[in-house]
């Protein structure tokens, strides 16, 4: 007898997933028995609309290779097209397990050239393109669990280096980033009760939009392991997804290549308590002194560079 797949029966919904990192997860989703829907935009790096569907080319991969899949195009950083892809989901398979927010692009520049409209682009599209995709999912859920049919429910969220360190030139997708942490601590919070696991993931990956800004780095070997590969950082999305993450909730991991790190965010440090108002010079003499016996944070990426 063969070993049952790991996420078979499971319903799976992949945004972003027609190119690099969604394509690669909705491809290990499906080779682990999963039915899905791949939603992408289709749209180039900055935005502007494609003149093809990759989302319906992934659909046909995955249907060729002999897994069940449909097509999304619709905009998930609207209402309407956010409510249409969970519809998505249960219209065509009748439920829904496990959402994966992936979908993203870059407009970089550096604060001082920083347009207002490059700030809320991306913006949109990814903080607002988890929030609306995640409140409609975890809407149904509730449903589910007030119904007394207990979801066991999974989102994998996407954030970046950039959102857990910074990106010197990246001030707009950085802070949507660290926006997408905040996002998942508060969604595993609240949905827990409902049988809802939210975590996220800060991959590396060679993708559209990190061979361009790291061509070196992502540049891929002429023989041997392709670390940068994105499939690398599917089987934790995948893992993640399923009934096998049991109890793993609110929690951050980065994937590179062959690595997996848990990350662990923001804890108090050095302190001290005079019990009274401090002076500015007390202040600023106690921050020293506690600056001295604190850990480092990590290097912003491009700095000094």
């Given at each position: 007898?063969?070993?049952?797949?790991?996420?078979?029966?499971?319903?799976?919904?992949?945004?972003?997933?027609?190119?690099?990192?969604?394509?690669?997860?909705?491809?290990?989703?499906?080779?682990?028995?999963?039915?899905?829907?791949?939603?992408?935009?289709?749209?180039?790096?900055?935005?502007?609309?494609?003149?093809?569907?990759?989302?319906?080319?992934?659909?046909?991969?995955?249907?060729?290779?002999?897994?069940?899949?449909?097509?999304?195009?619709?905009?998930?950083?609207?209402?309407?097209?956010?409510?249409?892809?969970?519809?998505?989901?249960?219209?065509?398979?009748?439920?829904?397990?496990?959402?994966?927010?992936?979908?993203?692009?870059?407009?970089?520049r550096m604060l001082v050239n920083l347009e207002e409209d490059d700030w809320d682009a991306v913006m949109r599209v990814h903080l607002?393109?988890?929030?609306?995709?995640?409140?409609?999912?975890?809407?149904?859920?509730?449903?589910?669990?007030?119904?007394?049919?207990?979801?066991?429910?999974?989102?994998?969220?996407?954030?970046?280096?950039?959102?857990?360190?910074?990106?010197?030139?990246?001030?707009?997708?950085?802070?949507?980033?660290?926006?997408?942490?905040?996002?998942?601590?508060?969604?595993?919070?609240?949905?827990?009760?409902?049988?809802?696991?939210?975590?996220?993931?800060?991959?590396?990956?060679?993708?559209?939009?990190?061979?361009?800004?790291?061509?070196?780095?992502?540049?891929?070997?002429?023989?041997?392991?392709?670390?940068?590969?994105?499939?690398?950082?599917?089987?934790?999305?995948?893992?993640?997804?399923?009934?096998?993450?049991?109890?793993?909730?609110?929690?951050?991991?980065?994937a590179e290549g062959g690595r997996i790190t848990v990350m662990e965010g923001w804890r108090p440090g050095p302190s001290a308590d005079?019990?009274a108002r401090w002076t500015p010079a007390e202040a600023g003499a106690a921050t020293r002194e506690l600056l001295e016996r604190s850990?480092?944070?990590?290097?912003?990426?491009?700095?000094?560079?």
């Open positions: 007898m063969s070993a049952r797949l790991l996420c078979e029966g499971r319903v799976v919904i992949v945004t972003g997933a027609g190119r690099g990192l969604g394509r690669a997860h909705a491809l290990a989703y499906a080779a682990e028995g999963a039915r899905l829907v791949v939603n992408d935009l289709g749209v180039g790096l900055d935005g502007t609309p494609a003149a093809d569907s990759p989302a319906r080319r992934v659909a046909e991969e995955i249907r060729a290779a002999g897994g069940e899949a449909v097509a999304h195009g619709g905009d998930i950083a609207t209402t309407d097209g956010a409510a249409s892809l969970v519809s998505a989901a249960l219209e065509t398979y009748g439920r829904l397990d496990t959402l994966v927010n992936n979908a993203g692009f870059l407009r970089d607002k393109g988890h929030f609306l995709p995640l409140r409609h999912a975890a809407a149904h859920w509730r449903a589910e669990a007030k119904a007394g049919r207990a979801p066991d429910a999974r989102v994998v969220n996407t954030s970046s280096g950039a959102g857990l360190l910074g990106s010197v030139g990246q001030g707009n997708y950085s802070a949507a980033k660290a926006g997408i942490v905040g996002l998942t601590l508060v969604a595993a919070a609240e949905m827990e009760r409902y049988g809802v696991q939210v975590n996220a993931i800060a991959p590396a990956a060679r993708t559209r939009m990190t061979e361009r800004a790291f061509a070196d780095t992502m540049a891929a070997p002429g023989s041997g392991f392709d670390a940068m590969a994105p499939g690398n950082v599917s089987p934790l999305v995948v893992w993640l997804g399923s009934a096998a993450s049991a109890g793993v909730t609110g929690r951050v991991f980065e005079k019990g850990t480092a944070p990590g290097t912003v990426y491009g700095a000094g560079s």
